[in-house]
């Protein structure tokens, strides 16, 4: 196996950009009740395993590293460690849906 298909796609950098998050972060109760979530299952033996390490769960849901950190904010959390093992389902955004508002933000920021 070779180290480039070890490598994990990062997804489009706007999704690590602050401006980005921080309108992200004003549509947060929108996102938090769209339609479009899906809602992931975890085992108990994953929230054991991943306890304290949202991301690393994440990854093994394998949820796309972009969409980690707004995953992370519309189940509330502040932090990746504040993940706890009895957390068995988590909301994850719909890709297509956030694709919408990134294209808008990319829009402002080219004015």
């Known amino acids: 196996m070779s180290l480039k298909t070890l ?9 690590y950009d602050q ?24 085992t108990p033996i994953q929230g054991v395993v ?3 390490d949202l ?3 994440l990854q093994e849901l394998r949820v ?8 992370m904010r519309i ?6 460690h504040d993940y706890r093992r009895d957390k068995l ?4 955004p ?6 919408v508002y990134r294209q808008a933000w990319r829009t402002r920021q080219a004015k």
């Open 75 to 80: 189940n509330h959390y502040v932090s990746p």
């Open 7 to 15: 490598l994990i796609d990062d997804g489009p950098s706007d999704f």
């Open 64 to 71: 796309p590293a972009h969409l980690h950190w707004l995953t």
């Open 94 to 99: 719909n890709a297509s849906e956030l694709e």
């Open 89 to 92: 389902t988590l909301y994850v």
């Open 50 to 52: 991943h306890e304290g």
């Open 19 to 42: 401006s980005f998050r921080n309108t992200l972060e004003d549509l947060m109760s929108i996102l938090r009740t769209s339609k479009k979530l899906t809602l992931a299952s975890i």
């Open 55 to 57: 991301f690393s769960l």
